[in-house]
């Protein structure tokens, strides 16, 4: 009986033992090579790959916020105010495609809704109003996005049609304090 594979002749003889000792072996050392790799890499193999930077994140895995250009202004579309210093919005990052989110203006702080003083509760209700009228003029932008440090939003520059910087128009009438991403300060005292 002739058998069809080319390294048939091989098991007959003595050298095809030896072929097939050496293959087997060649086969057990790379799976141990496998599960027994030492826990830290050879130094020349470290300092070989020491000025390489790791490769970035592929786009579509990078968090949208990363993923926008921070010099360019998104046309925004405004969903609803949700205090002084926030608001949902309908982004626009591409033709197309438009991304709900949540917009914390960047660089200024305002009074919360959830007060703990009266004057805390006033201040956070003309905050909310103002920015109400403010973004009412339309043609709202943000750029310079980034993610807010409480993420579920993100941080911008916010201007419209009429107000080239939004939080500076807060900050100058009053209805916010500048803010660095700190410890908040009480409105209440």
Known sequence: MRCPLPF?????????????????????????GVWLRPATPHP????????VEPPAPPLAEAPLAHRLDPAMAYPAEVIRIIDGDTFEARVRVW?????????RLRGVDAAELHARCAGELAQAQAARTALETIL???????????????G???DAAVSTRNTADVSAALL????ARAYD???RGSWCG
């Not at 100058?172 to 209805?175: I, M």
Request: no cysteine; charged share 20%.
């Open 8 to 32: 048939a002749g091989l098991r007959r003889s003595r050298g095809g033992d030896a072929f097939l000792l050496g293959a087997a072996m060649f086969a057990l050392g790379l799976s141990a």
């Open 44 to 51: 020349a193999v470290e300092a070989a790959f020491a000025s």
């Open 95 to 103: 033709p197309g495609l438009d991304v709900d989110t949540k917009v």
């Open 136 to 150: 009412a003029d339309g043609g709202v932008a943000i750029s310079r996005v980034g993610i807010d440090k409480y």
């Open 152 to 154: 579920g939003r993100v």
């Open 172 to 175: 100058k009438g009053g209805y």
């Open 181 to 183: 991403g700190g410890k």
